[in-house]
T-cell receptor, first 115, second 111 residues
Framework: GENVEQHPSTLSVQEGDSAVIKCTYSDSASNYFPWYKQELGKRPQLIIDIRSNVGEKKDQRIAVTLNKTAKHFSLHITETQPEDSAVYFCAASYAGGTSYGKLTFGQGTILTVHP | DVKVTQSSRYLVKRTGEKVFLECVQDMDHENMFWYRQDPGLGLRLIYFSYDVKMKEKGDIPEGYSVSREKKERFSLILESASTNQTSMYLC??????????FGPGTRLTVT
């Protein structure tokens, strides 16, 4: 089955700095890579996703890049703000046929943005 | 707005008890999922269901079973709770194999 490794486990930055979280996956059939943000005491919520037919996707201050050859993808947050402090999870799945969207998650990264 | 609710936010049970965790979604989603969340381990899939009465094992199904008698409702059952099942349990639903919408979670403590 799929295996997703996520690094670093904790990340501490100053407000305004950039933050990068990296994930690797094992199954070359995976073609959908979402990122979820979980604020303290709240449920995970999708913040951005990328499909394997594109290499990069941006949404305001966040971006995701995908390298299919190397089987890794990364989340980039620019101009970080204290409200970006949360746990971030990457995930991978094969979205097609009868896959039903079963996700395999990484271990999570605790991001702390200091004012 | 998608709404996924779970029957309890906090639950304390004794070892050996049968435990029911219930999840309800109001968006007519076909797919529903149960995860457990433990620090440093991320979210691990226990079971999922792609239709009424249909279910498949996830990555860590041992000690758990599920039931989906109605489309909107997906139950997780711990037949005989053990202390190593103390965890945060998250339910999710999705319409297509893309975005999953999560419930608020149930923090289960087994003593």
């Amino acid at each position: 089955g799929e295996n997703v490794e996520q690094h670093p486990s904790t990340l501490s930055v100053q407000e305004g700095d950039s933050a990068v979280i990296k994930c690797t996956y094992s199954d070359s059939a995976s073609n959908y890579f979402p990122w979820y943000k979980q604020e303290l005491g709240k449920r995970p919520q999708l913040i951005i996703d990328i499909r394997s037919n594109v290499g990069e996707k941006k949404d305001q201050r966040i971006a995701v890049t995908l390298n299919k050859t190397a089987k890794h993808f990364s989340l980039h947050i620019t101009e970080t703000q204290p409200e970006d402090s949360a746990v971030y999870f990457c995930a991978a799945s094969y979205a097609g046929g009868t896959s039903y969207g079963k996700l395999t998650f990484g271990q999570g990264t605790i991001l702390t943005v200091h004012p | 707005d998608v709404k996924v609710t779970q029957s309890s936010r906090y639950l304390v049970k004794r070892t050996g008890e049968k435990v029911f965790l219930e999840c309800v979604q109001d968006m007519d989603h076909e797919n529903m999922f149960w995860y457990r969340q433990d620090p440093g381990l991320g979210l691990r899939l226990i079971y999922f269901s792609y239709d009424v009465k249909m279910k498949e094992k996830g990555d860590i199904p041992e000690g758990y079973s599920v039931s989906r008698e109605k489309k909107e409702r997906f139950s997780l059952i711990l037949e005989s709770a053990s202390t190593n099942q103390t965890s945060m349990y998250l339910c999710a639903s999705s319409f297509r194999p893309y975005e999953q919408y999560f419930g608020p979670g149930t923090r289960l403590t087994v003593t």
